[in-house]
């Protein structure tokens, strides 16, 4: 067809109006679902191709949503995103999904591409590092944000996050109440904002138990299986008398029962372990993964709705 198909085209071949097919198209109005089926069937048999970015300038505003995350890699963030996803796309948002990485450069042009597109918001676990004249920036740029995890040292976002000394404080309490006295604490790295709240609570319920804290049974590693595993196998070569063992993060304890049992030691028997997620596999994990449950699909959907109702004020 050599002829641009436009609106008008369409609410001819459907019989509807012009003001329906605009309103299909751009996923707004209440237009009954078959009405929306029929519409959306004679754009595609008519080839039309809905031009987002002049309606975006017509809007002054477009239904993508970015959302910035650590690492996708972690099926901590992987289940977050898709818990905050699915509720943009029920809004009628579309996702734009960017692996951040940690870096500033990846966040700094995240924000730019956001600001380019006049993205409706987003949703981003900030870099270790983001200063506070980077926030107001990230703010200039995407007024309309929430930042989950991690806080940002600014009050200008709204936030959705975990208690992470009271989480690693109640694992701790969990190990001991099994009658574990020298209890370690393996995850995390030097950048990361969590850990030193996470160690904290660890701290806390060894000292009001009677028991010492001490640094030589704190072993970090980055949030890999594999890491998980070598750096089992580093702080029992160290400390071999570890009964218990809090980690930083689910996927830091799969990789220390694999650890433990390359040392022929048997999980959960000579040596216990907690995790921190309750990722949607720690059930699944041999054997079954006892966790501290921060559910991130339910961090992810409350993260988009708190960004919703910002952006429909």
């Not at 198209?25 to 002049?54: C, H, M, W």
């Not at 006049?118 to 949703?123: D, E, K, L, P, S």
């Not at 010492?212 to 590693?221: K, R």
Request: proline share 5%; charged share 20%; hydrophobic share 40%.
């Amino acid at each position: 067809m050599n002829q641009r198909v436009n609106i008008d085209d369409i609410a001819q071949a459907a019989g509807v109006s012009k003001a329906t097919v605009s309103q299909v198209l751009r996923n707004a109005g209440r237009i009954s679902p078959e009405t929306r089926k029929q519409v959306l069937q004679v754009a595609s048999d008519l080839g039309y191709v809905y031009n987002r970015a002049a309606a975006n300038l017509r809007a002054g505003q477009s239904t993508t949503i970015g959302i910035g995350v650590s690492s996708l890699a972690n099926p901590f963030f992987a289940e977050l995103v898709s818990g905050a996803a699915e509720s943009f796309e029920q809004a009628g948002y579309f996702p734009m999904i960017v692996n951040v990485e940690d870096d500033l450069d990846r966040q700094q042009r995240f924000a730019t591409s956001l600001r380019e597109n006049m993205c409706a918001g987003a949703v981003l676990c900030l870099a270790p590092g983001t200063s506070p004249k980077m926030l107001d920036e990230w703010h200039s740029a995407i007024r309309h944000s929430v930042m989950v995890l991690r806080p940002p040292k600014a009050p200008l976002f709204d936030f959705v996050g975990v208690d992470n000394a009271e989480g690693s404080g109640a694992a701790t309490q969990h190990l001991i109440s099994l009658g574990h006295k020298v209890i370690a604490y393996i995850g995390g790295t030097s950048i990361s904002t969590s850990r030193e709240a996470r160690i904290a609570g660890w701290r806390g319920a060894m000292a009001e138990a009677g028991l010492e804290p001490h640094d030589d049974v704190v072993e970090p590693c980055g949030a890999t299986i594999a890491e998980g595993s070598e750096a089992v196998r580093r702080l029992l070569k160290r400390r071999p008398d570890v009964t218990g063992i809090v980690c930083h993060q689910d996927i830091v304890a799969f990789g220390v029962t694999i650890g433990l049992r390359q040392l022929g030691l048997v999980p959960g028997r000579e040596v216990s372990v907690v995790g921190f997620d309750d990722i949607s596999s720690a059930r699944d994990w041999d054997p079954p993964l006892t966790t501290m449950s921060v559910t991130p699909g339910t961090l992810g959907a409350e993260a988009a709705r708190m960004l919703l109702k910002r952006i429909d004020a």
